[in-house]
């Protein structure tokens, strides 16, 4: 039994193991989540929260991602931990400590968001400090831990699951989300991926999904959010007309 130990502060020299063309079950979305969330700190670190009006939406947009992250901490215990605890025994005790931290930090910074949208006082700007602190604090925590699914619990998936396994997993989350969380979802990951990884992504899409689901991804999301060079490029790489 390999037990995944909880974070530590060497996560810069963990030692990153290559993929080696194996599933690569949490890689993607951390890297919408990680994108995004690095937006929105940069964003409130900029935000003039004298100005209710100025960072309303703002706001509901951090809270969007906050529920999108919640969603995604709920899929990995619920179904990744789930698996692998069921093909191991125990093994993801501090990963589940870690996730229980985030759930802890998630509403305290949903707290803080509904104070900001509340208070039309002088004291936003204040306010406003402290949210994006408390934010970058929790993007430190979170980003080490997905460093760690990255670099300890993808080789223990690898070593016990086949890479259809490991994509049947997937495939179990996706199905129990919404047709508009799956979108949200979407929304992060696909900008965030390099161009290869996004033909994979949405070659697997083409073959396995609906005609309709692959045309919504590529009008809805990529086509609109894609620069438009990497747009043709992803267009080309997968045979369609841009």
């Given at each position: 039994?390999?037990?995944?130990?909880?974070?530590?502060?060497?996560?810069?020299?963990?030692?990153?193991?290559?993929?080696?063309?194996?599933?690569?079950?949490?890689?993607?979305?951390?890297?919408?989540?990680?994108?995004?969330?690095?937006?929105?700190?940069?964003?409130?670190?900029?935000?003039?929260?004298?100005?209710?009006?100025?960072?309303?939406?703002?706001?509901?947009?951090?809270r969007d991602y906050l529920r999108l992250a919640t969603a995604h901490i709920a899929h990995e215990s619920d179904t990744i931990h789930r698996a692998l605890e069921a093909r191991t025994g125990p093994a993801t005790e501090d990963l589940d400590r870690q996730h229980a931290d985030h759930h802890r930090s998630i509403a305290g910074l949903i707290a803080r968001i509904t104070a900001l949208t509340d208070d039309f006082s002088g004291t936003r700007e204040e306010a406003g400090r402290a949210l994006y602190l408390a934010f970058a604090a929790h993007l430190a925590r979170d980003f080490a831990h997905m460093h760690e699914e990255e670099t300890v619990t993808t080789p223990l998936l690898q070593a016990v699951f086949s890479d259809a396994e490991l994509a049947a997993i997937e495939m179990e989350i996706v199905s129990t989300l919404s047709p508009e969380m799956n979108l949200a979802f979407m929304r992060l990951i696909i900008p965030a991926l390099s161009p290869a990884e996004r033909v994979r992504l949405l070659g697997g899409v083409r073959a396995t999904a609906p005609a309709e689901v692959f045309r919504l991804l590529m009008d809805e999301v990529a086509r609109p959010l894609l620069p438009p060079a990497d747009f043709a490029d992803l267009a080309l790489r997968l045979q369609i007309a841009a």
């Open positions: 039994m390999t037990m995944i130990h909880g974070s530590r502060s060497d996560a810069a020299i963990t030692p990153i193991l290559p993929l080696d063309g194996r599933y690569d079950l949490y890689g993607p979305v951390h890297k919408g989540l990680r994108r995004a969330g690095m937006a929105l700190l940069d964003r409130l670190g900029r935000a003039d929260f004298a100005s209710p009006a100025a960072t309303t939406g703002l706001l509901t947009e951090l």
